[in-house]
């Protein structure tokens, strides 16, 4: 999990706003000259070939579209620093968000309303209305694009799987199905652990909400306009004494806990952890930095599929921006990741320089745009597709959810819970519950 994700959530909560109007200008560009459009999203240098493919493929845009000039400056979303750039009036003219972070943006009349200016662009009519809506207010004004979306799954190692006795084709698809897997996982011994868990810098309170998410349950809700927790119910109760019950009765979840992101993708690398909860960009980066197989790992279902933690990335239009700064913001979006027409050139490439193609990721599109999409990712997918597939074949099932509001302020309060249950084999379930919710209605009272 990346804690960037939701934190310019809670620092926007603090009320920093722009003077800037919230729609965009109509101020034309000067009679002969060029438009120039800041961008963010360039990995960094460091990062050869994404880098170097980025600006590849702003030189082939501005060939094609000699009027714009492109000024693409590196990084995604730092909460370090964003709060001062929109209160100095220094973001990017386009730049890129999560999906936790539109809604705060456009109540405060910090991104300009590109309605008017889809028409011109049919690509985007074909982008999922679920997804859309991410970027749009209550009166269905758009304010930006996604770019790709997740959610979360049962990851796992199959190796492990075949040891133990188990079916590397069938994970488990219930939070019973994976205490049995977990403890055969950990009878091979030798350090093995069945299931992992996080506690630590909000990665644990993060893993709650997916898990309260699949048995039913919510996080937080709104009556009336007002956000209340309501995480302790007997589906908050389900998910830790679970995993109070794996960690202490069952022994299946390890000595070593106090786990934070890279912690568990470490484990799974080394060959010593059964399962866990993760998306598909995880498994490149247990293959890239903790020397895993594709062929090893499989992705699965959430247990008990009632829901599952979804979320994702996209660009945003800063406010005030001109009506030709707005239209060459969405020729560059379109052209680079919301045209059908570049799916296969961009496989073609990814596969070429060793990057993954074929993950199982859902897909911000429907229709002609979706078809051309699965075409060439089947044409030029790299990774084991076969592997992926309970995780695909449940994806149309099972609702995905985003992350409630404030949520990393709210993750930091839940972490204490699933530390004191998986350290203390007597921490008290109820009172845990009980004691977060306070503290959550607490800050839940800033949330409008």
Known sequence: MSTLRTALGVLLATGLTLSAAACGGDEEKPAGGKVTLVINGLPPGTEK????????NVAEFEKANPDIDIDAREGKMDPQTFPAKLAGGQLED?????????ANLIAKRQVSDISKYLQDFPITSEVKPEVLRVFQDGDGKTYGL???????????????????GLDPENPPKTWAG??????????????????????????????????????????????????????????????????????????????KQLLEWADLLDQMGSGKLGMYLATADNIPTIVNQ??????????????????????GEGYM????????????????????????DRFEAENKWAD????????????????????????????????????????????????????PPNAQQIYAVLDVAMQKVLTDRNANVDQLLADAETQVNQILTSVK
């Open 178 to 255: 994976v205490r049995t897997a977990a403890r055969k996982i950990a009878a091979l011994g030798q350090g093995t652990v069945g299931y992992g868990d996080y506690s630590k810098n909000n990665t644990g309170g993060w893993h709650f909400t997916t898990e309260i998410y699949s048995v039913g349950g919510e996080v937080a809700v709104n009556e009336g306009g007002t956000w209340k927790a309501a995480f302790n119910s007997p589906q908050g109760k389900q998910v830790l004494q679970q995993l109070k019950d794996m960690r202490w009765t069952d022994n299946s979840m390890g000595a």
């Open 146 to 164: 996604p770019y790709k979306n997740y959610s979360m799954g049962l990851l796992y190692n199959r190796d492990l799987f075949a040891k133990a």
């Open 94 to 102: 386009v730049f890129y968000v999560y999906f936790t972070d539109p």
């Open 49 to 56: 070939a994404t880098h170097d493919r980025f600006l590849a």
């Open 317 to 340: 239009f800063k406010a005030g921006l001109s009506a030709d700064k707005i239209r060459a913001g969405l020729k560059w979006l379109t052209f680079w990741f919301t045209s059908a």
């Open 352 to 403: 070429e320089t060793k990057q993954p193609v074929g993950l199982p990721e859902p897909a911000i599109f429907t229709g002609a745009a979706a078809q051309t999409q699965a075409a060439a990712d089947k044409k030029y997918a790299n990774v084991p597709q076969a592997n992926y597939a309970p995780f695909v074949a449940s994806m149309g099932s099972i609702p995905v959810k985003l992350e």
């Open 290 to 311: 903790y020397k895993g197989k594709y062929e090893t790992y499989g992705l699965g279902p959430i247990p008990d599929g009632q829901g599952t933690l979804g979320g």
